[in-house]
């Protein structure tokens, strides 16, 4: 990559010069970051702007800058750009930084309080959350997982099968009718998935509120994302792959399950992660299907249950003083940290069956 | 191979603690009652006395929907209903009026919370879910609109119908107009823009002051009631609780929540000038005072009420509203029947009325909550 | 004797391709069976929106693409898309100009440029970023960003209020507006367009960029020309992604934009609306009426979703000899 090329004694000392070009000393990015930070915070000051994000703003500018002019005056133009590059990378990891910490640290400033061992295990049946800092989210923790798991066992299998067909198989008009669909489910309003099976599966049908149908909007809300995101994965799996296999006279249908999963596992179990969390998230179906109560009902086929997300709209919104911001941030945490868990237990499990090698 | 090492440890550490907060959670309770509640809160898990509730022979799930507005109330009577009566459970799903009355009407839910009186369409859409009957109103909680500030330095405000139609429609834009000074003498007003804010959803909350501005405006606020906000210019927010918010921050703004809101954001309110000898104070008296001349408009067991905004009346605070269950007069469900007629009972009666008294409502007039008790006692 | 092992291992063998036969059927039909139910799913949806459109808009005296009010529920039902249409294309775009550059940036900086040591960690805190409620963005937002908002609005109105569309008419009012949301969205897209692409960019085939290093690139130049293009169709599919939910997103939109019926270009101006915060608003009030005429505007944000992701589909079509798969 770098020209280390070892000149010998005979070389002619212009073409050493020519080969081994200048370059900047290896601290010369975190230097200019840190003069641009310096300068920035200082033309901030001095112009009297509130907003930090001003400064930050500033800074970044000025480090692009210099170290493009810098490198560029020593280092030659190629150089130059592949510098301006790798710092515009960085510049762009530090954007994405600031506000995803922020918000982090937010949420766990404000939630932490709350948690404590009576909070996750108690409901809040008989508590007046308006008057009393009681109760708690046990009953909400029960819903979620249950619905979350019930609308996962319906969506990932039929989202990856459907994936798996318009890659492998999918041709001609079916295919394409597939793909047309999956494409505008992705923009559908929650509000319209939870309308649907309320006016089908509760209204139509005449089934009871319940865990489940809450799951069944929330399948619908998953199955376009775990389709579009798994079909970008098995298509990246190379054809030799595929070649290979048939060559050895192994059957497409064992190809696919033992070559071309185990090869995209990592970015299916990301996608379908990235869709659990999404329907983990989900208020307004879950309002309308799964009813919120407050009490346990381990059973989702039958009556109201209530949902981590319903839980902290109610809170918020209705309860409106410090008891109820205190829960709603509390079960907020607790619902971030249980996406959080689930998605290492994913990664775990896509870890130990993929195949090994390779990044 | 060392980082690989230390991923799985990482990994590892994760599952660790989702295995255990499950199991940790697993042994989950409902009971809320044996719990010390700490110090001050007076009000705590157990609230009211169970002692005066009297339970339905059978238990049983009851379901209703509805009002946003009225939630906190319900939520004070379930607990004290449930833990009462432990074998009726209750849930209410606070979703708004609209899609409670739609539920009621395709018969999901067993009563519906609503901000306003059922429509005649509405009317006729029940005689499908309640065999022989119709649904009608029960007035059940009784609130008011107070109309809150935020400017620096005054804490004594004074409004009236047109100003407050002007102030909301842009056509008063600044603090210190002489219309609202000539209101407030003595109270230095600043030349600032006036910041006035409102609910972004469709509510009930904005229904009644709409309906207030339009009756006691003096023709100045040109729109009819409505849930949703039809005045000129001036900013939204989602929910009392934004509102209440937004009114916190932003400087020289106004806005109507609901008085609770007012109380616990602790937000100044504004005194209506009514045409009283003196202006009325936004409180839960002034506010009964009101709701004990509403007269009821509803026909046959309907008691649909309609609530005079532009009263005159010493001491009648005249943005009061009333919110209603609606239950069907004939053909309910029977096997929820006799908890809905227990728990309704229980609502209307002394007890119940007092008890949402301290979250900020209004508790009904003795007189219109015997006429409800009637209507309660011959629901079949 | 020596007949048996022949015979038997032809017997395997054509036993084998028996059930390796029959094993692909059921695969095949399994796999297809799962499109067509998919497919009877979204177009019953598609299907449920289209009637109930049809029943409001029937009965709406404006004209239902430029009127500007929403009152489907008035005495003179009257309701219209043209604010909602604008609010929702601007924010969307906002959000996608701010949010696809830096995904991109992070997830080459989590693929090819950052120490391990970093990359894995910063990883998760992306994964997790996906994960949190948008009611808890929304509150973030009202109660954090806009607040820091502040200085960078009225900056970008003295600077660039010439532009018009960066002129903010109004002062001393919070910053609830349009191009407020678009940057929350930004931020919340950003997860997901970053895990998709991340994913995409880790699958580019090592040989590709060891071919370029060794013809002398420097590393932008390897990325750009082994890495990128190899990406592009998944950074564009992971784009599409994120814009389904910056196009759908209800509960931060409606919690931190202050919402009216006014189309106005001033993004720094509050006011405007979306479709998905305009169904959620008025929904739980809705008349019969109401929800169906909140249906038709739910079915328009199908259209423009399909438009979007069509114009999408053609791009990646037209790269497709970088697609390891037949299809």
Redesign the interface.
Known sequence: ?SSTATITDATPPQLGHRLTAARLPRWAPAATAAASIAVGCGIGAAAG??????WG?ISALLFLVVSYTLSASVEGR??A??R???S??????V???V??????F??VQQGIDAIS??F?????????????????I??A??GTIEQVLLATLIAA??????A????????GR??S?????????????????G??IL??W??ALGFE?SGFSGSLALA?LM???V???T?????????EL?EASYALGV????T??RIVIPTAI??IT??V??AV??I?????PV??LV??????NSDPFN??QQS??LY???Q??????DFGYQRAWGA?LV???????????A??IA?WRSPKG?? | MNLRNGRSKALAIGAVALVSTLSLSACGTDDNTSKTTSGSSTGGSTAAAPAKIACADKGGQLLGAGSTAQAPAIDVWKAAYSAACSSATLTYSGGGSGAGVTQFNQGKVAFAGSDSALKATEVDASKAVCTGGQAIDLPMVGGLVSIVFNIEGVDKLVVDGPTLAKIFDSQITKWNDPAIAALNPGVNLPAADIQAIHRSEDSGTTANLTGYLAKAGGGNWKYPAAKSWAGQGGQSANGSAGVAALVKQTKNSISYVELSYAQTNKLNSAAINTGASKPVEATAANAAATLASAKVVGTGADLALDIDYATKAEGNYPITLVTYEIVCDKGNKADTLPVLKSFLNYTVSDAGQQAIGAVGYVPLPAELAGKVKTQIDALA | MTSAPPADARGRARRSRGDSRRGDNVFFNLSRGSGVLLLVVMAAIAGFLAYRSLLALGKNEGNFLTTFEWTPDATKPVFGIAVLTFGTLVSAFIAMVIAVPIAVGIALFISHYAPRRIAQPFAYLVDLLAAVPSIVYGLWGVLFLVPHMDGLTSWMDQYLGWTYVFDQSSTGVPPRNLFTVGILLAIMVLPIITAVTREVFRQVPRMHEEAALALGATRWEMIRTAVLPFGRPGIISASMLGLGRALGETIAVATVLSTNSVLSLHLLDPGGGTFAQNIALKFSEAQPLGRDALMASGLVLFVITLLVNGAARMIIARRKEYSGAAA
């Open positions: 990559m702007l509130e907003s930090h994000v001003q703003l190629r150089q750009r592949d301006f590059a790798t515009l990378v960085w510049v762009s990891f954007c994405a930084v506000p995803l910490v922020s918000l982090t937010y949420t061992p009576e996750l295990t108690h409901s809040m049946k008989g508590v007046v959350a308006t008057l009393s800092p009681d109760g708690g046990y009953h923790i029960i299998p039929i989202g990856l099968l459907t798996v067909y318009l890659v492998e198989y999918g041709r079916l295919a009718a597939v793909t047309f669909f999956v494409d505008v489910m992705t923009g559908v309003p929650s509000v319209v998935a309308l649907f006016s089908l509760n209204i509120y619908i199955m376009p994302v389709v579009r995101s079909e970008e994965m098995l298509k990246l799996v190379p054809n595929r059957p497409r249908w064992k696919i399950l990592g970015g990301t996608g992660m990235l969390a999404r983990t998230g989900e208020t307004a309002m309308m009813f919120g109560a407050d009490f346990i009556g109201p981590l997300p902290i709209w109610q918020y919104s209705q309860i409106n003083n907020a619902l971030i940290a249980f996406v959080m868990g689930l998605n290492l237990v990664r775990a870890r390779g990044h």
